[in-house]
Nanobody
């Protein structure tokens, strides 16, 4: 059993900052890529940022220079520091992890339940 639990969402004014966290728990042997995605009402879920096990990062063009993804491998946790927030950043933010589980072969894809981020103008 593996769980990804996000925290840190909320309501913030434009120009403000939030820090999201996502902790993975369960019978995890290792975690490969971790990522944040977001989904605004009526829109598809889009990638926001990814980070590999070697700490290589990738960002959507819309958040480059404003958001920073990082991870703490000892805690199986990924973070998303969001600065200079804009109303168009309003969405449900989902954590994603590609990981290996004890007793199972291969790499498995897991999602968190999502956390709401609302940016007011």
């Amino acid at each position: 059993q593996v769980q990804l639990v996000e925290s840190g969402g909320g309501l913030v004014q434009a120009g403000g900052s939030l820090r999201l966290s996502c902790a993975a728990s369960g019978i995890i042997s290792s975690i490969d890529t971790m990522a944040w995605h977001r989904q605004a009402p009526g829109k598809q879920r889009d990638m926001v940022a990814t980070i590999t096990s070697g700490d290589s990062t990738n960002y959507a063009n819309s958040v480059k220079g404003r958001f920073t993804i990082s991870r703490d491998n000892a805690k199986n946790t990924v973070y998303l520091q969001m600065n200079s927030l804009k109303p168009e950043d309003t969405a449900v933010y989902y954590c994603n992890a590609q990981l290996r589980v004890y007793g199972k072969g291969g790499v498995w894809n897991y999602w968190g339940q999502g956390t709401q981020v609302t940016v007011s103008s």
